[in-house]
């Protein structure tokens, strides 16, 4: 089983809806981590979570410590929201930090 | 402009031909890290590294080397490649390792 799982591996939606993205981890954390892929291959850094709930424009994330547990939501999605949203959490390992991620979820929204 | 460069952007070469792909930050981080990604596979960790003359393995360490002689520059090494090393590369910085991930722009690398 992988460490870090997300949900669902692929979402259609059409412009304005509500987009909720989830993610959820077995291993012990020191943050959590959304990331965003468009086509063509870039990493972008969308949130670092290590408790609560971080807005960012109309992205929110969302993040349950006890239960293991972390939210990426869109409002009012747009076609340019289109990409990979990439869940990863780093673990403290022997006194370093590795970063472990997600499957990732495509992500379409059609105008 | 705070920034994780990386070079080539695209590479196509032959077995056993060695390469290397540069990466340098100008963000004065202690971490550095090499991730491959592959269809279905994801992201996995190469190797990386805490600090100069500080490197370890990732999950996918073989056929790679790295060194980290100045703070800002993390080379990926493959002394001799092969066709299942052909994938897209990214480097990618941070202050403490647990912080804000900065991703280079990747390399994608075929070996025939």
């Known amino acids: 089983k992988n460490e870090v799982e997300q949900s669902p591996q692929n979402l259609t939606a059409q412009e304005g809806e509500f987009i909720t993205i989830n993610c959820s981890y077995s291993?012990?954390?020191?943050?959590l981590h959304w990331l965003q892929q468009h086509p063509g291959g870039g990493i972008v850094s969308l949130f670092m979570l290590s408790s609560g709930k971080k807005k960012h424009g109309r992205l929110i994330a969302t993040i349950n410590i006890q239960e293991k547990h972390s939210s990426l939501h869109i409002t009012a999605s747009h076609p340019r929201d289109s990409a990979v949203y990439i869940c990863a959490v780093s673990r403290p390992i022997q006194g370093a930090q590795k970063l472990v991620f997600g499957q990732g979820t495509r992500l379409t929204i059609n105008p | 402009e705070a920034q994780v460069t990386q070079n080539p952007r695209y590479l196509i070469t032959v077995t056993g031909k060695k390469l290397t792909v540069t990466c340098s930050q100008n963000?004065?981080?202690?971490?550095m890290s090499w991730y491959r990604q592959d269809p279905g596979l994801g992201l996995r960790q190469i190797y990386y590294?805490?600090?100069?003359?500080?490197?370890d393995k990732g999950d996918v360490p073989e056929g790679y080397k790295v060194s980290r002689k100045e703070k800002r520059n993390f080379p990926l090494i493959l002394e001799s490649p092969s066709p299942n090393q052909t994938s897209l590369y990214f480097c990618?910085?941070?202050?403490?390792?647990?912080?804000?991930?900065?991703f280079g722009p990747g390399t994608r690398l075929t070996v025939l």
């Open positions: 990618a910085s941070s202050l403490f390792g647990w912080d804000t991930q900065y």
């Open positions: 590294s805490m600090n100069v003359e500080v490197t």
């Open positions: 963000m004065n981080h202690e971490y």
């Open positions: 291993v012990g954390i020191s943050a």
